[in-house]
C-alpha cells in the first residue's frame, strides 16, 4: 500500500528481529511472569501461557507486524489509511494510550533494575544472607519517595537518549549487541539454581501442572500475560513493522520473535524457580519477587556481587529494549501525524509520562494506602488496566479489523510470498477471524464477571 518513499527501514532482517523481540522480551518475561507464575499455581499456569501465546499471541503478532508494513504508518496513521474516517481509528489512539500507561509504571520497575545496579556494586547485595534482609533492602528502597523518583526519571531518559537517535541508529544498533548477551547472562544463572540444594522441588513446581490451582482470575492473567509479553494490542508491533522493508518475511519473523520471548520466560522461570525452593521462600511474593530471591542466591555465593551487577544489567537492558519500543510507538504517532521533529517529540511525551508515573512510582512507599476500586494501589491499578483490559481489547479489534472489515484478501499477499506452505497462511487467516477474537472475547466476559460481578 503505501510508500512513502523517505521512510526508515530496518538496516537488516537480524537487525528487525531482535529489535522486535527486544521490544518483546523485557521486564514482563524476567520480572513479571516468575511472579505472576508464582502467584498463579506454577506449571499449569504456564501451559495455559503457552496455549495463549501460540493461538492468540502469534496470529496477532502476525497482524499487527502485516498491518504495519501494509500501511508503513504509526497505529493511528495505520488506521486512518485502512478505515477512512472512521471509528476505527479509535483502536489506534488507544494503542498509543496504552504506550503512555504502560510506560509510566513499566519505568519504576526499569528504575528499579538500576538501582540495584547501584546496590550491587556498592556491595549491599553481596551483603544479604537471608530473605528477611532482602525483603527489607528491597522495601526500604521502594518506599523512599526520593529515590523511586530519581532512578524512574533515569530509566525514561535512557528511553529518551536512544529513541532521539532514531530507529537505525538507536533502536537497531543496541538491541544488536544486548539481547545476544542476555542470554548468556541467563545460562549462567540457571547453571547456579539448578545446583542449589533443594532447587529441583523449585523446577517440578514450574513444570509439573497441577490443575487444580486453576482459576478464572489464573486463566484471565495468563492472557494478559502474553499479550503484555509479546508486547501485543497497542501497535507496537505494527510501529516495528512499518520499518520492514518489503522483501522481509512477517511470518518468519513473527515465528523468531514469538520463540525468543517465550524462551527467555521459560528461562527466567528456570532461573527464579529452583532458588525460591531452595531458599524455602514463597513463590507467591508478588511484584517483588526476584528482588527478594536473587539478591540472596548472590550474597550466598563466591564473586556474588559480579553476578548480580550481571543480572540487574541484564534487566536494565531488557527493560530498556522494551522502554524505547513504547516510547517509539508515541513517537511515530506524533512524527507521522502530528509532524513534529523526532526531538521534540521525545523530550514533550517522555517529560509526560515521567509526571504520569510519579503516582505509580510513589505505590510502594507514601502512597501504599492510596487505594483505587477498593483494593489496587496506583501501580497495580495502571497495570491492571493496561494488561487484563487495553491490550487485549486493541488485540481483539485489531483482529475483528484485519478479518472482517479491512479484508484479509487485500493484506495476505504481504506474508512471506515464496512460502510453500499454502495452508499457513490459510490457518493464520482463520485464527484471527474466529479463533483470536472469540476467544479474546469470552476471556473478557470472564474478565468482567470475575473483575465486577464476581467481588
Ligand atoms: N513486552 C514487554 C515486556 O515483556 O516487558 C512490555 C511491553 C512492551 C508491552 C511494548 C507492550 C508494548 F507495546
Redesign the pocket.
Known amino acids: 500500500m503505501a510508500s512513502n518513499g523517505g521512510r526508515e527501514h530496518w538496516g537488516s532482517k537480524l537487525g528487525f528481529v531482535l529489535a522486535a523481540a527486544g521490544?518483546?522480551?523485557?521486564?514482563?518475561?524476567i520480572w513479571k511472569f516468575p511472579y505472576v507464575t508464582g502467584s498463579n499455581g506454577g506449571a499449569a499456569f504456564v501451559l495455559i501461557y503457552l496455549l495463549f501465546v501460540l493461538i492468540l499471541g502469534l496470529p496477532i503478532m502476525i497482524a499487527e507486524l502485516v498491518i504495519g508494513r501494509h500501511t508503513e504508518k504509526d497505529p493511528v496513521g495505520a488506521f486512518k489509511l485502512m478505515a477512512g474516517r472512521s471509528p476505527w481509528t479509535i483502536v489506534g489512539y488507544l494503542g498509543v494510550l496504552s504506550?503512555f500507561f504502560?510506560l509510566s509504571f513499566?519505568s519504576v520497575v526499569g528504575g528499579w533494575t538500576i538501582g540495584y545496579i547501584v546496590k550491587s556494586i556498592s556491595g549491599s547485595v553481596a551483603a544479604l544472607h537471608d530473605s528477611d534482609s532482602a525483603k527489607s533492602l528491597f522495601s526500604a528502597f521502594t518506599s523512599d519517595p526520593l529515590q523511586m523518583i530519581f532512578y524512574n526519571l533515569l530509566f525514561i531518559v535512557s528511553c529518551m537518549f536512544i529513541v532521539i537517535k532514531g530507529i537505525k541508529n538507536g533502536v537497531e544498533r543496541w538491541n544488536k549487541i544486548l539481547m545476544p548477551l542476555l542470554f548468556i547472562i541467563l545460562f549462567v544463572l540457571i547453571g547456579k539454581g539448578l545446583t542449589m540444594e533443594g532447587g529441583l522441588s523449585g523446577l517440578s513446581f514450574f513444570l509439573k501442572p497441577d490443575f487444580s490451582k486453576i482459576t478464572a482470575a489464573s486463566i484471565i492473567a495468563a492472557m494478559g500475560q502474553a499479550f503484555?509479553?509479546?508486547?501485543l494490542g497497542?501497535g507496537?508491533m505494527i510501529t516495528y513493522g512499518s520499518y520492514l522493508s518489503p522483501n522481509e518475511k512477517i511470518l518468519n519473523s513473527a515465528f523468531y520473535i514469538v520463540i525468543l520471548d517465550t524462551l527467555v520466560a521459560i528461562l527466567a522461570g528456570l532461573a527464579i524457580f529452583p532458588a525460591v525452593f531452595a531458599m524455602n521462600m514463597s513463590p507467591q511474593e508478588g511484584a517483588g519477587l526476584i528482588f527478594h530471591i536473587i539478591p540472596v542466591v548472590f550474597g550466598n555465593m563466591p564473586y556474588g556481587s559480579i553476578f548480580s551487577v550481571l543480572f540487574f544489567i541484564l534487566l536494565f537492558i531488557a527493560a530498556l529494549t522494551?522502554g524505547i519500543?513504547?516510547l517509539e510507538?508515541i513517537t511515530a504517532y506524533t512524527i507521522d501525524e502530528l509532524g513534529w521533529k523526532r526531538q521534540r517529540a521525545v523530550l514533550v511525551f517522555g517529560s509526560i509520562i515521567f509526571l504520569l508515573g510519579i503516582p505509580s512510582a510513589l505505590s510502594f512507599g507514601v502512597l501504599a494506602d492510596a487505594k483505587l476500586l477498593g483494593a489496587l494501589t496506583f501501580f497495580d491499578f495502571m497495570d491492571k488496566l493496561t494488561t487484563n483490559y487495553m491490550l487485549p481489547i486493541g488485540g481483539f479489534c485489531i483482529a475483528v479489523f484485519l478479518g472482517w472489515k479491512y479484508g484479509l484478501d487485500k493484506t495476505i499477499h504481504e506474508l512471506d510470498p515464496d512460502t510453500k506452505i499454502i495452508s499457513l497462511k490459510e490457518l493464520w487467516a482463520f485464527f484471527i477471524k474466529f479463533i483470536s477474537p472469540v476467544l479474546v472475547l469470552i476471556l473478557f466476559i470472564m474478565l468482567l464477571r470475575s473483575d465486577f460481578i464476581g467481588r
Request: proline letters at 0%; charged letters at 0%.
Open positions: 521490544s518483546a522480551v523485557g521486564l514482563g518475561n504506550g504502560i513499566y503484555f509479553s509479546l508486547s497497542m507496537a522494551s519500543s513504547l510507538v
